[in-house]
């Protein structure tokens, strides 16, 4: 079993930056690919990017390349989520997933079988 705590959200001007972390329980956390989503109010929740096992291999969504950057960090069990540039259209609730499936799936909700509880992020023009 495996829990996941995100924490770093908050609210801030355009143009502004936030780094999320998620912090894992339990000794498989090397073993697990980690990802980050987001939802909207109405909207359905979306991927942002994911990073595999030893840190080497990230992707990203459109929408975030060239503006977030994830790293992880398997001594502490931490991933982390650097947001700069940040828009009001970033603004939703964030999610951490960890996953054992390959990359291919990682873009993909039903690919990770823990999530933690969210943390709002707000950017206001």
């Known amino acids: 079993q495996v829990q996941l705590v995100e924490s770093g959200g908050g609210s801030v001007q355009a143009g502004g930056s936030l780094r999320l972390s998620c912090a894992a329980s339990g000794r498989t956390f090397g073993l697990l690919a980690m990802g980050w989503f987001r939802q909207a109010p109405g909207k359905e929740r979306e991927f942002v990017g994911a990073?595999?096992?030893?840190?080497?291999?990230?992707i990203y969504s459109d929408s975030a390349k060239g503006r977030f950057t994830l790293s992880r960090d398997n001594a502490k069990n931490t991933v982390y989520l650097q947001m700069d540039s940040l828009k009001p259209e970033d603004t939703a609730v964030y999610y951490c997933g960890a996953t054992e499936r390959e990359s291919y799936y990682w873009s993909g909700t039903l690919s990770y079988r823990y999530w933690g509880q969210g943390t709002q992020v707000t950017v206001s023009s």
């Open positions: 990073i595999s096992q030893n840190g080497g291999n990230t």
